[in-house]
């Protein structure tokens, strides 16, 4: 018999991540067909992490990337669709929450092929995200929901999904476990800028709740400024666009560089006091690392970070920002979260069970 088809559609930086200890687990039994559908671009917003990940290139490159929200996802659509009607999968894959995540759950879904969700039932329940609208459009055309975490279940069931619904575990801890061995060994990070275990906070923003509005932006940069440490700050390229083009200044204290490749975000995390984020994915490596993470956001989807001490929402509220960097320490405890580090593998028993 030959092997049943999944097709992965990915397109965005955390995605990849995602989705290589999954393609590892897939090899065994299935064919893939991998689509990127374009919407990160830059080499250091998506070749790298092929590099680092030792993927093998996409099948599909959409080349779907930039433009408003309407135009990225419908560019998608439309080739996403032919695709499928050509390779005729017999399950698609998608993760997280992005524009792709939609793309590739609606084409899916009006072409009646069985979609599976990797990162199901997550919910900030605020529906000016535009992730938010994708993550619950997505769970509610799929067939098999994977979740990361047991709120994500009960969020589900609170929308009344409940069949087909596996609590697998973090494919996240999964990618972590691979790579921080690998990381240890290959990032050269700390000495390149000079930076001791310790000694610097770390920080991403790139939500567009805090991006795209001015005062928000302002908020976060003039926080970062206030605080006692050298502050590492990767910018995204939503981020550095919006600074530039708004013209806010960064202090001293705070050194803007390039994104990094993922093993150079692991070690950076891995080694710093604190990590100040906007990242879903960022806000769960502190909590495995065993790092601080204040959270630059009203809400999470990774609401056990918060109730396990490890992580505190702080808004963009300067006063509160620096009050928990300089003053709060977690409480020590760190209770596994996100399963048991093979949620690719039960994601794949569980696609096999399904195909036979
Ligand atoms: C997207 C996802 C978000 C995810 C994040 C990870 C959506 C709605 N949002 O946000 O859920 O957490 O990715 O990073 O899907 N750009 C470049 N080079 C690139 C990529 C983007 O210049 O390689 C520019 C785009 O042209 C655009 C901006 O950055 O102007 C934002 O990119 P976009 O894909 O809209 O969303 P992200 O902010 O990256």
């Known amino acids: 018999m030959s092997a049943k088809t999944v097709c992965t559609i990915v397109g965005a930086r955390p995605q990849f991540?995602?989705?290589?200890p999954v393609s590892r687990a897939l090899a065994a039994s299935f064919r893939e067909v991998f689509v990127h559908t374009g919407q990160h671009f830059d080499y250091g917003m998506s070749d790298v992490f092929f590099q680092e990940m030792e993927m093998r290139p996409p099948d599909f490159h959409l080349g779907a990337g930039g433009g408003t929200h309407a135009e990225q996802t419908g560019k998608m659509l439309i080739e996403i669709e032919k695709i499928l009607n050509s390779v005729k999968p017999d399950y698609v894959l998608v993760y997280g929450d992005t524009n792709?995540?939609?793309?590739?759950?609606?084409?899916a879904a009006k072409l009646q092929i069985p979609l599976a969700h990797v990162e199901a039932g997550l919910r900030s329940y605020n529906r000016a995200m535009p992730e938010e609208i994708n993550?619950?459009?997505t769970d509610h055309v799929s067939s098999l929901l994977f979740c990361p975490t047991d709120a994500a279940i009960v969020n589900l069931a609170r929308?009344?999904?409940?069949?087909?619904v596996h609590r697998v575990g973090d494919v996240m801890y999964d990618a972590l476990l691979h790579n921080l061995a690998l990381a240890r060994k290959r990032s050269t990070?700390?000495?390149s800028l000079g930076l001791e275990k310790g000694t610097y906070a770390l920080a991403t923003v790139h939500r567009a709740a805090n991006t795209d509005d001015p005062a928000r932006m302002a908020a976060i940069l003039q926080s970062l400024g206030s605080l006692s440490r050298r502050v590492i700050f990767p910018v995204h390229p939503r981020?550095?666009?919006m600074i530039r083009e708004t013209g806010l200044s960064v202090s001293d204290n705070v050194r803007m560089v390039e994104p990094v490749g993922h093993f150079d975000i692991l070690i950076l995390q891995e080694n710093a006091d604190c990590i100040l984020t906007d990242s879903g994915g960022m806000q769960k490596e502190a909590y495995l690392l065993g790092v601080r993470c204040i959270t630059l956001r009203e809400e999470t989807e990774w609401v056990e970070t918060v109730q396990a001490g490890w992580n505190?929402?702080?808004g963009v509220d300067v006063d509160a920002i620096r009050d928990a960097f300089e003053t709060w320490r977690p409480s020590g405890e760190r209770p596994a979260l996100?399963?048991?580090g093979n949620a690719a593998g039960e994601i794949c028993q569980i696609l096999n069970r399904e195909l036979v």
């Open 338 to 340: 996100y399963g048991n």
């Open 312 to 314: 505190k929402l702080s």
């Open 159 to 164: 929308e009344g999904i409940t069949e087909g």
């Open 135 to 137: 993550r619950v459009l």
């Open 239 to 241: 981020t550095r666009k």
């Open 17 to 20: 991540i995602k989705a290589a």
């Open 100 to 107: 792709s995540t939609l793309a590739g759950a609606l084409a």
């Open 189 to 191: 990070i700390l000495g």
